[in-house]
């Protein structure tokens, strides 16, 4: 058996055990569940283009729909097993738009956990990456003021899980608690339109999370080594080229490349208000190059309602155009196939987002474990990039802007 299918062969192991144990503490369910979902439909004015919730969705609201219930719309359940006081075990289904347009449901964790002191556990299977503020919960829109994460900052880093171990180290001082948190293991997921997979293997970092009453502290650094297959015939076509394709190749080619990761959080949320903010930004010596964002958000809570205003950014850090090969030095039968290839490199290197967002929205909890959100985001997109949308037709103009109005119900069970 792959290690790929390793956490949830764990997990059916232990649920089955769960399922013949007796419960020895009366207080605590040995299975409980529980989930959470959203019904969402978001529309863009460009029409030329797609605006998706994350890359790794093929289509949203845009060129492929006017109006588009994939950008937010999701659900999943959650088994939590309590086989011994110091074992659990978690498996979370989900059912969103996948790669493949599908919404067929895939396993986002599934792993046991060993809480070895009140202070230390450690875990196995296929666990949360724990990249961002609200990693834990960013798919559960009932638990964000936001219709969604904001694209900027979250597109940074859109993989969700990790298939590895991690171990967790929890210290106390009166009221301020500080959790560190080291993990490993890998990530293989799939790209939409034909893009195939992205292979992060070797995925390592660590975190910090500090709470003191309202305030949250989070700090991550986390490194992998990364292959895209879909750019090889790309670069391998480089090669063809003699020592100025090869060093193109070299430098520019996703296999197995380092990439880092370093991001922020800070969040005070005493109750009646809060106001959150992040910054992230990549690393990668390849076509990734280095890109950063961040945004602020803030709002209050009156009654039921809770208004709520974000600022959100993304920039690149590194070139976003290469003059690639010297065409005036070839020969005219390789001229144009020469073109073509620099033409490629620099579709690659503009695919960072260049963008700004401004967005103003309101939560309404109208009724228990559910509520309504609207929401208005007016994104200006930077000179020669495409911003974060995708799927890009004929006649879309670069550095414009354009507007999505998003309307959603959450829920939890």
Same mark, same amino acid.
């Given at each position: 058996?792959? @290690?790929?299918?390793?956490?949830?062969?764990?997990?059916?192991?232990?649920?089955?055990?769960?399922?013949?144990?007796?419960?020895?503490?009366?207080?605590?369910?040995?299975? /409980?569940?529980?989930?959470?979902?959203?019904?969402?439909?978001?529309?863009?004015? &460009? =029409?030329?283009?797609? +605006?998706?919730? !994350?890359?790794?969705?093929?289509?949203?609201?845009?060129?492929?729909?006017?109006?588009?219930?994939?950008?937010?719309? $999701?659900?999943?359940?959650?088994? #939590?097993?309590?086989? =011994?006081?110091?074992?659990?075990?978690?498996?979370?289904?989900?059912?969103?738009?996948?790669?493949?347009?599908?919404?067929?449901?895939? *396993? &986002?964790?599934?792993?046991?956990?060993?809480?070895?002191?009140?202070?230390?556990?450690?875990?196995?299977?296929?666990?949360?990456?724990?990249?961002?503020?609200? /990693?834990?919960?960013?798919?559960?829109?009932?638990?964000?003021?936001?219709?969604?994460?904001? *694209?900027?900052?979250?597109?940074?880093?859109?993989?969700?899980?990790?298939?590895?171990?991690?171990?967790?180290?929890?210290?106390?001082?009166?009221?301020?608690?500080?959790?560190?948190?080291?993990?490993?293991?890998?990530?293989?997921?799939?790209?939409? !339109?034909?893009?195939?997979?992205?292979?992060?293997?070797?995925?390592?970092?660590?975190?910090?999370?500090?709470?003191?009453?309202?305030?949250?502290?989070?700090?991550?650094? #986390?490194?992998?080594?990364?292959?895209?297959?879909?750019?090889?015939?790309?670069?391998?076509?480089?090669?063809? +080229?003699?020592?100025?394709? #090869? %060093?193109?190749?070299?430098?520019?080619?996703?296999?197995?490349?380092?990439?880092?990761?370093?991001?922020?959080?800070?969040?005070?949320?005493?109750?009646?208000? @809060?106001?959150?903010?992040?910054?992230?930004?990549? &690393?990668?010596?390849?076509?990734?190059?280095?890109?950063?964002?961040?945004?602020? !958000?803030?709002?209050?809570?009156?009654?039921?309602?809770?208004?709520? $205003?974000?600022? %959100?950014?993304?920039?690149?850090?590194?070139?976003?155009?290469?003059?690639?090969?010297?065409?005036?030095?070839?020969?005219?039968?390789? %001229?144009?196939?020469?073109?073509?290839?620099?033409?490629?490199?620099?579709?690659?290197?503009?695919?960072?987002?260049?963008?700004?967002?401004? /967005?103003?929205?309101?939560?309404?909890? +109208?009724?228990?474990?559910?509520?309504?959100?609207?929401?208005?985001?007016? =994104?200006? #997109?930077? /000179?020669?990039?495409?911003?974060? $949308?995708?799927?890009?037709?004929?006649?879309?103009?670069?550095?414009?802007?354009?507007? *999505? @109005?998003? %309307?959603?119900?959450?829920?939890?069970?």
């Amino acid at each position: 058996m792959s @290690f790929k299918l390793t956490p949830i062969a764990l997990l059916v192991m232990a649920l089955c055990a769960a399922g013949a144990r007796a419960d020895d503490e009366a207080n605590t369910p040995m299975l /409980s569940f529980s989930g959470y979902g959203t019904l969402g439909v978001a529309h863009s004015s &460009e =029409t030329k283009a797609d +605006f998706t919730s !994350s890359v790794l969705k093929p289509s949203g609201a845009g060129s492929s729909h006017s109006w588009s219930a994939d950008v937010d719309s $999701l659900i999943a359940g959650q088994v #939590i097993a309590n086989l =011994t006081p110091e074992l659990t075990a978690v498996l979370q289904v989900i059912s969103e738009q996948n790669y493949d347009n599908t919404y067929r449901p895939h *396993v &986002e964790w599934a792993n046991i956990k060993y809480q070895l002191t009140e202070d230390i556990s450690v875990r196995a299977g296929r666990i949360v990456l724990p990249v961002f503020l609200v /990693s834990d919960f960013r798919k559960v829109g009932y638990a964000n003021p936001w219709v969604r994460t904001p *694209v900027e900052v979250y597109g940074v880093v859109p993989i969700s899980n990790n298939d590895g171990v991690d171990a967790s180290y929890r210290l106390r001082s009166g009221e301020f608690t500080n959790t560190v948190q080291g993990i490993y293991g890998r990530s293989e997921p799939k790209l939409p !339109s034909g893009g195939g997979t992205a292979k992060a293997k070797d995925v390592w970092g660590i975190t910090y999370t500090g709470e003191d009453g309202a305030a949250t502290v989070h700090i991550t650094y #986390i490194k992998t080594n990364l292959t895209i297959d879909a750019y090889k015939p790309l670069f391998d076509a480089f090669r063809q +080229f003699g020592s100025e394709g #090869i %060093a193109l190749a070299d430098k520019y080619d996703v296999s197995n490349k380092r990439l880092s990761f370093i991001g922020v959080g800070v969040m005070y949320d005493p109750g009646g208000w @809060f106001v959150m903010s992040e910054w992230g930004a990549t &690393e990668s010596n390849s076509a990734l190059g280095k890109r950063s964002a961040w945004y602020a !958000s803030g709002g209050y809570r009156v009654d039921k309602f809770t208004p709520y $205003l974000t600022y %959100a950014q993304a920039k690149a850090n590194s070139n976003t155009s290469d003059p690639g090969l010297t065409v005036s030095a070839l020969p005219p039968f390789l %001229a144009g196939p020469a073109t073509g290839l620099n033409a490629g490199l620099n579709t690659l290197l503009g695919l960072i987002p260049v963008q700004r967002t401004i /967005s103003v929205g309101s939560r309404w909890d +109208f009724m228990k474990n559910t509520d309504i959100k609207l929401q208005f985001d007016h =994104t200006r #997109i930077g /000179s020669g990039s495409n911003g974060a $949308l995708s799927n890009v037709q004929p006649g879309f103009q670069q550095g414009g802007k354009f507007n *999505v @109005f998003s %309307a959603t119900m959450d829920f939890v069970f």
